[in-house]
């Protein structure tokens, strides 16, 4: 808590309303200090767009986490020093989900294999889309993929996505519109690489 005998400062003020519920002194906040988040972003991810979506993620986190700041400290340290910690994270769990991508992938081929019980053809088949769905997946920025993987190989739905990610459920979805649209322009952009069929595309180098 600051203290009463003192004058507040802009920063001080800004996040006492914050505290009680003013959305626009929030607005202001992230307004003024957007750009400097952003940069510490860019710097983790290099792309524009997953840098934007990281720094939406990174505010909503900050936001919940600013009853924790201890107004004696300077604002824009620790709002540097909290980014920083969660980029870092954010990397981390980019990291680990892309190992998850494979198993998850292959969870779901397989049960479908089971029901279905194809021939030797029909599998290799199936290999190619998963191998071609692992390498349009992971052109994806990690926010995209995130929300595509948990929608469409995991079958969660939007309210269950939206509390795993700790997200707006309308983000969630607007996140699932542009990254089914990505994927499919990713797999097309591979297939027209050639890449679509790659035992088939070793095995004419081989003839």
């Not at 003013?22 to 940069?39: G, S, T, Y």
């Not at 920083?84 to 992938?105: A, G, M, P, Q, W």
């Not at 294999?113 to 998963?130: F, K, N, S």
């Not at 519109?177 to 591979?190: D, F, H, P, V």
Request: a positive charge.
């Amino acid at each position: 808590m600051s203290d009463p005998s003192q004058p507040l400062s802009e920063i001080d003020a800004l996040i006492e309303r914050c505290l009680e519920g003013d959305q626009q002194a929030w607005e202001q906040i992230v307004r003024q200090h957007w750009r400097k988040v952003f940069n510490v972003a860019y710097k983790f991810t290099g792309k524009h767009d997953e840098a934007e979506d990281l720094t939406q993620d990174i505010f909503v986190k900050i936001f919940r986490s600013l009853h924790t700041f201890d107004r004696r400290a300077n604002f824009q340290t620790w709002l540097i020093s909290v980014s920083r910690n969660l980029c870092i994270d954010h990397y981390r769990s980019v990291r680990k989900e892309r190992e998850t991508i494979s198993r998850d992938i292959d969870s779901r081929e397989m049960a479908t294999a089971t029901r279905a019980e194809p021939g030797p053809l029909a599998g290799i088949e199936r290999d190619d889309q998963r191998a071609l769905l692992r390498l349009a997946l992971n052109q994806l920025a990690p926010t995209l993929r995130s929300a595509v993987l948990l929608r469409d190989i995991r079958e969660l739905s939007y309210q269950e996505i939206a509390v795993l990610l700790a997200l707006p459920e309308g983000t969630v979805k607007s996140r699932i519109n542009r990254g089914r649209t990505e994927l499919a322009r990713q797999i097309r952009r591979l297939q027209e690489a050639g890449l679509s069929t790659p035992r088939r595309a070793a095995a004419g180098r081989r003839q």
